[in-house]
């Protein structure tokens, strides 16, 4: 979970000045963290990657590949504007490979999945045309009631770089698929590291995890304690063009787009659907309007005084607003004293209809944890949970 110095931000913009950011990349030993890359220069981009400048609105990192510029429309303006084929014919450049290696994650592996160590200050958030408000008060996490098989929640894991990372993530609703959701939804940067890099490998996600206690108070527990609801490996991932584009270690206007939803299969096929054995999946409220909503946020902190084992949750009230672009919608932010770890976890508001759903995820937050922000789901992210649910 990429950190920012939060508290400062309405001063600094007030007075017209940058505020230095800092950052730990994903929940995991490598994740994209450390410094950023040099602003680009200007000129042509061409799709052949490798590049720099922009195309239309895009203004372009150095070293992108060549499949991550085919088929960008020519502003950030017009992927609102994007088909379901443009989505395939992007994603087809972008291909997520996870094949499952059975009995790959055991509590050992699991166990030696920790946050990275924060990275020195390496970007600045642009003014944001006032709509950055001041920081929330802090909010205590409160340890969520046993079992966890009672709600959509879970702990997801991965490999990077020769290292083992985790996150926090919800089982959603499928449009395509109502009642037998498959889908998974966590942060951008629990999934791919950003500009210029890989999809992360081997990525699972365990629903309920730890839901008996039995690896709490650091005791070892069997990886079916650890993994009561099973192992379900990630076959289609999609984030935002915008993370893969310019997502990094730092918490920036990538974050505005920090969001990825992923499709799974169980390790060992019982012909149910991850919804069916969860029992549950929460719609995605696309849109929600952020001064009617109280939010709470879900997850898995780790760093101290979280271990990682147990699920926790902030009632964080009427969500404030934080800006790196005022292009983009404003991010939501409450308080919060949750670590890292909870990067990816649901944010979860009632509707006007009664059913809970999902606004946001956890993103980044301060570096003296005390809130968390997380990305306003407008037309892109609906138009990402579209493709994914009608995928085949």
Same mark, same amino acid.
Do not use: C, H
């Given at each position: 979970m990429p950190v920012i110095h939060r508290s400062a931000v309405a001063a600094a913009l007030a007075a017209g000045t940058l505020l230095a950011v800092t950052a730990c990349g994903p929940d995991g030993p490598s994740g994209g963290g450390g410094t950023a890359a040099p602003p680009p220069a200007t000129g042509s981009a061409t799709a052949t990657g490798g590049g720099s400048g922009a195309i239309g609105g895009i203004t372009l990192p150095t070293g992108l590949p060549s499949g991550l510029l085919e088929g960008l429309p020519k502003s950030w303006d017009d992927l609102t504007k994007w088909t379901f084929d443009d989505w395939d014919k992007w994603a087809s450049k972008?291909?997520?490979?996870?094949?499952?290696?059975?009995?790959?994650?055991?509590?050992?592996?699991?166990?030696?999945?920790?946050?990275?160590?924060?990275?020195?200050?390496?970007?600045?958030?642009?003014?944001?045309?006032?709509?950055?408000?001041?920081?929330?008060?802090?909010?205590?996490?409160?340890? +969520?009631?046993?079992?966890?098989?009672?709600?959509p929640s879970g702990k997801i894991f991965f490999s990077a770089d020769g290292g083992r990372g985790n996150c926090s993530a919800t089982v959603i609703a499928d449009p395509a698929h109502p009642g037998r959701s498959n889908l998974v939804w966590t942060a951008g940067h629990c999934v791919h590291?950003?500009?210029?890099?890989?999809?992360?490998?081997?990525? +699972?996600? +365990?629903?309920?995890?730890?839901?008996?206690?039995?690896?709490?108070?650091?005791?070892?527990?069997?990886?079916?304690?650890?993994?009561?609801?099973?192992?379900?490996?990630?076959k289609d991932v999609v984030t935002s063009p915008q993370w893969l584009v310019e997502g990094g270690g730092t918490g920036d206007a990538a974050s505005q787009y920090d969001f990825a939803i992923m499709r799974v299969s169980n390790q060992n096929d019982t012909g149910k659907s991850l919804e069916e054995?969860?029992?549950?999946?929460?719609?995605?409220?696309?849109?929600?309007?952020?001064?009617?909503?109280?939010?709470?946020?879900?997850?898995?902190?780790?760093f101290k005084p979280f271990d990682g084992q147990e699920l926790y949750k902030c009632e964080g009230g009427k969500p404030t607003r934080l800006s790196f672009d005022p292009k983009r919608p404003s991010m939501l932010t409450i308080g919060c004293n949750m670590t890292q770890g909870s990067s990816g976890g649901g944010w979860f508001a009632p509707m006007p209809d009664g059913r809970t759903a999902l606004v946001s995820n956890t993103s980044i937050g301060t570096q003296d944890h005390?809130?968390?922000?997380?990305?306003?789901?407008?037309?892109?992210?609906?138009?990402?949970?579209?493709?994914?649910?009608?995928k085949k």
């Open positions: 972008n291909v997520f490979n996870n094949p499952i290696v059975k009995d790959f994650w055991n509590p050992d592996k699991m166990g030696d999945s920790k946050p990275a160590d924060p990275a020195p200050p390496t970007a600045k958030p642009a003014g944001d045309a006032g709509v950055t408000d001041p920081e929330p008060p802090v909010v205590k996490a409160v340890p +969520v009631p046993r079992p966890y098989t009672k709600q590291p950003g500009k210029g890099g890989k999809y992360f490998k081997d990525l +699972v996600f +365990v629903p309920a995890y730890n839901n008996s206690g039995a690896s709490s108070g650091g005791k070892k527990a069997p990886l079916a304690e650890l993994a009561p609801l099973g192992t379900w490996w990630a054995t969860v029992g549950s999946a929460v719609p995605v409220w696309f849109d929600a309007p952020r001064d009617k909503v109280a939010v709470s946020a879900v997850g898995y902190p780790l005390t809130s968390l922000s997380g990305p306003y789901l407008e037309t892109v992210a609906k138009q990402a949970l579209d493709w994914i649910s009608k």
